[in-house]
């Protein structure tokens, strides 16, 4: 049996697109994203649990801090949602992601007694671009971005169309004055 080796040049052979399993590539997208909420969360020094059964809430991430004025730790509700019918880097201000009109209810109520985000994630279309390990890092492709939806209103007939603002990455900071804010009696 014969190894890939590089070549003189040092760089490594031209990948082949490995034999994927047969899964939904739906339910391997919320697969990433979970695994990108974990990165994300365990970086941010918090806390998930999933509810069970899941209610329309996907989890829910807590962060205890004695900085909080509110309680010793916090929690808010986080719904994922993923697409790739949004290209990388949306130009502009917003990018618009629509969700079924049940869906919006739930996120929207106010006033809550636990704050509740949507976080979108969007990816490549082929799995093949998702992510790329190497000595130093793991890619994970493209981004997500998060939005309080809070007092939004139901527009459409079945779905709404929300805006999400792309100055809205999700990631351990962000999370971290998410959780600062709530954990001040704020929103997030």
């Known amino acids: 049996m014969a190894l890939a080796q590089p070549d003189p040049s040092g760089l490594l052979p031209q990948r082949i697109a490995p034999l994927r399993g047969t899964l939904a590539t739906t339910a391997c997208m919320e697969t990433l994203q979970v695994g990108y ?11 998930l649990s999933q509810p069970f059964p899941d209610n329309g809430i996907d989890w829910h991430v807590s962060h205890g801090a004695p900085g909080h004025t509110v309680d010793d730790e916090v929690t ?7 697409t790739y019918q949004i290209p990388p880097h949306p130009s502009g201000p917003t ?4 969700l079924d009109n049940a869906h919006l209810v739930k996120l929207a109520r106010t006033p809550v007694s636990v704050h509740k985000i949507l976080v979108v994630m969007l990816v490549p279309r082929s799995q093949d671009d998702w992510l790329r390990a190497g ?11 998060w939005t309080n939806l809070a007092g ?37």
């Open 95 to 98: 990018f618009a992601f629509t």
């Open 76 to 82: 808010i509700k986080v719904q994922l949602k993923c």
């Open 37 to 47: 909420l974990h990165a994300v969360a365990a970086a941010a020094g918090c806390s």
């Open 135 to 145: 000595h130093e890092r793991l890619d994970l492709r493209h981004c997500c971005y």
């Open 152 to 188: 939004h209103a139901v527009t459409g007939r079945h779905r709404t169309t929300v805006r999400i603002p792309t100055t809205r990455i999700f990631d351990d900071r962000a999370l971290c004055e998410i959780m600062t804010r709530v954990g001040a009696g704020g929103r997030p």
